[in-house]
């Protein structure tokens, strides 16, 4: 009997395919597109997230990040736990509620986990320096702003005022208010978060032609503000030569990158090992990095579980992670 080879093409043509196919879904396999959360894109955050996409699509192999325009730290938190982003913007005061399931999280925490803090961002209050407030105590019945209303600030300082028994008489409104009713006496002063360890652009505009001080904490309401508000930092702020400011310490807040609980522990250590040894890309976007080391910063500031990923890289730099950073 005579054989056509006609008769076994397709089977070939059908093996031919599936080994494709196969070979084809490995390759998909080993690649890992990932998307990153963040705030709204005119925020200099936003481009320090541009630049870290940058990092990781260009020296992690397999990866490929793509950023995304979010509502920032409480957006991108459930947007992870809906596993609709991969990475993201948050703030420390904020993923520690989320992680204990407090506060906003109340009976829905959410497992994300920190991977590094890139900023600190010290809560600062700012006084105009005639009003002749020289301490917390002396805004009792004064009138001041707790922050941006609506803002993460406001809620913050509200809360730390009620836990130092501190009473001003509270005005609201948006940051262009509040600095025209400062320069114009209306209200004694406002806090406000820094850039990083500096003043913030709004702050620097009032000093230009009104002199200011900055409220600094005692020894007795940092220690009652590290025990009942553990989300929080106690900021030290070294004297500033520039605006002829002292040393003073406030709290604040870090701002970094957590990513879901499903995140590759090998690809989330690949990602901040190239992320904290990075030393031009990210201060070009973000000038407050430079000089910045960010595993350093990242254990002197967090209040939440580290990634294991960022764990593994931290503990490979010989540093020590705390027993309250390691998740259980």
Not at 137 to 157: C, H, I, M, P, R
Not at 202 to 212: C, H, N
Not at 305 to 315: I, N
């Amino acid at each position: 009997m005579k054989t056509h080879p006609s008769r076994f093409k397709p089977a070939a043509l059908i093996l031919g395919a599936s080994l494709l196919t196969v070979f084809h879904g490995a390759a998909v396999a080993q690649s890992s597109r990932l998307a990153i959360g963040t705030t709204s894109s005119s925020s200099s955050h936003y481009g320090y997230f541009v630049a870290v996409s940058q990092i990781v699509n260009s020296r992690v192999k397999g990866v490929d990040t793509s950023v995304v325009e979010t509502g920032a730290t409480m957006d991108n938190l459930r947007r992870m736990d809906r596993r609709q982003v991969d990475l993201g913007l948050v703030t420390t005061n904020v993923i520690h509620h989320a992680n204990a399931g407090t506060g906003d999280f109340a009976g829905k925490p959410s497992k994300s986990r920190l991977l590094w803090i890139y900023s600190i961002a010290p809560q600062n209050a700012v006084v105009r320096k005639d009003s002749g407030v020289n301490s917390f105590a002396d805004l009792a019945g004064k009138k001041f702003n707790t922050g941006l209303k609506g803002s993460a600030t406001e809620k913050t300082t509200d809360a730390v005022f009620a836990l130092l028994g501190i009473t001003p008489d509270v005005v609201r409104g948006s940051t262009g208010e509040i600095v025209d009713a400062v320069k114009d006496n209306r209200v004694v002063g406002y806090v406000k978060s820094g850039a990083g360890l500096k003043l913030d652009a709004s702050t620097r505009e009032i000093a230009t032609f009104t002199p200011i001080s900055v409220l600094g904490l005692d020894d007795g309401q940092k220690a009652k503000i590290a025990s009942a508000m553990p989300e929080l930092s106690i900021v030290d702020v070294p004297a500033d030569a520039q605006t002829k400011l002292p040393a003073y310490s406030t709290w604040g807040f870090g701002v970094g990158a957590a990513a879901a609980p499903e995140l590759d522990e090998n690809i989330a250590y690949q990602i901040v090992k190239a992320v904290c040894e990075d030393k031009d890309i990210q201060a070009a976007a973000f000038g407050e990095v430079a000089g910045v080391d960010i595993a350093q910063m990242t254990l002197k500031y967090a209040s939440s579980p580290l990634h294991p990923g960022a764990v593994r890289y931290f503990r490979e730099r010989g540093l020590e992670v705390p027993a309250r950073l390691i998740a259980p």
